[in-house]
Structures are given as structure tokens and as C-alpha cells.
């Protein structure tokens, strides 16, 4: 019972998302409504942790599965894409690549940030 509360918790968070990609004229997709909504809950404390830990757990866990659709809706769209195959894929790397630097460069400005605040807190 504990994982469909949680479970039911995540559905109304989400559709609250729903909501305000409708109310909203931004081109923001519903979904990243709903993960701000869910991370605002988590860090003011208005949702607890442990109200949606274990379900949240399970529903990563299975995450790659969801992605067997999509790989099939491209395989059936194979004539349509082999005209820009080449365009797609540069695409895609110069994506991840900026991805990933960006978020090396970002995790690198936390860390030492919290070094720094670390460092003052020791020399009180």
C-alpha cells in the first residue's frame, strides 16, 4: 500500500505539471514543471523523503525499459531519418559533449564552493 500512496503522490505532482504547462505560455515541457514541483516540495519539507523514496528508487531502476518504445518507433522510422542520419548524429554528439562539459564545470564550481564555506566554518 506504502508504494501506490507514493506512486499516487508522483501521478498528482506530475499532473499538477500537466496543469501549468496548460495554464502557462512557456515552452516548457510539463514534465520539468513537474520535477520543479517535486524538487520545491523536497527542499522546503513540505514533502518528505520518505514520501516518495522507495517508489522513486523502483521507477528509476526500470527507467531503461521505457526506452524500448522510442528505439522501436525509430526503427520503424528508419526511411524517413536515413536522409538526415549524419546532421542527427553530429547533432547529438556536439549535445553530449556540451553536456558534459557543462556539467563538469558545474559540479566543479559546487565543490569548491562548498570547500570554500567548509574552510570558513574550520577557521571560526
Do not use: C, H, N
Not at 496543469?19 to 520539468?32: D, E, F, G, V
Request: charged share 15%; hydrophobic share 55%; proline share 5%.
Amino acid at each position: 500500500m506504502k508504494y501506490i500512496k507514493q506512486f499516487i503522490l508522483i501521478l498528482v505532482i506530475s499532473f499538477m505539471g500537466e496543469i501549468l504547462k496548460y495554464l502557462l505560455p512557456l515552452p516548457i515541457p510539463a514534465s520539468i514543471y513537474g520535477m520543479v514541483l517535486l524538487f520545491t516540495g523536497l527542499m522546503t519539507g513540505v514533502i518528505k523523503l520518505e514520501s516518495v523514496k522507495e517508489t522513486g528508487v523502483f521507477l528509476i531502476e526500470i527507467m531503461p525499459v521505457m526506452f524500448i518504445p522510442a528505439g522501436v518507433g525509430l526503427m520503424t522510422s528508419w526511411e524517413t531519418l536515413r536522409a538526415i542520419i549524419v546532421p542527427v548524429s553530429v547533432i547529438t554528439v556536439i549535445t553530449i559533449i556540451t553536456v558534459m562539459i557543462a556539467t563538469g564545470w558545474v559540479s566543479q564550481v559546487m565543490i569548491r564552493r562548498a570547500k570554500k564555506a567548509e574552510g570558513m566554518k574550520d577557521g571560526e
